[in-house]
């Protein structure tokens, strides 16, 4: 990251002009860090599989607390952004279910919800997954995330 702001400022200070511009620093870091992602897996492409790769590229800013950088990375490469395993095509609840907090004590039913729930069910295992469950959450305001 400080890779691509060095880049940015070293560009500025080139071309004579000394205004930093924020905006500008940032989608130049965003740009760079997708092309650095998919320099690397182009290079390591014949030795594991692409979202692997992908995953751990995305693994490395999610475990730092850069949420945003690994939305950007995993909405750049989609079609590599996929979980190992079989995806679920329908998924049928009861009308009712009983849901165990976060705390992992107290339950409560799905009808003491307060109101319209957006349920996104979220594999513990696959950073895609929790990527998609903070998309979610950020785009919507009822949100109920439920790790498996």
């Not at 475990?63 to 679920?88: H, L, N, P, W, Y």
């Amino acid at each position: 990251m400080m890779l691509e702001l060095v880049n940015y400022i070293e560009s500025i200070e080139s071309s004579g002009d000394k205004v930093v511009d924020i905006n500008n620093a940032k989608e130049l870091q965003r740009t760079e860090m997708i092309v650095l992602t998919q320099l690397w897996m182009t290079a390591l492409k014949p030795n594991l599989q692409e979202s692997d790769m992908l995953a751990q590229c995305v693994k490395t800013y999610f475990d730092r607390g850069m949420v945003s950088k690994s939305i950007d990375i995993s909405t750049a490469f989609s079609e590599q952004a996929k979980c190992a395993g079989g995806s679920i095509t329908q998924l049928i609840f009861p009308p009712v279910f009983e849901i165990l907090k976060a705390d992992g004590v107290s339950h409560f039913s799905t009808l003491q919800l307060p109101s319209y729930k957006v349920i996104v069910l979220v594999d513990k295992d696959c950073i895609f997954s929790k990527i998609s469950a903070i998309q979610m959450a950020r785009m919507l305001e009822d949100v109920l995330v439920v790790i498996d």
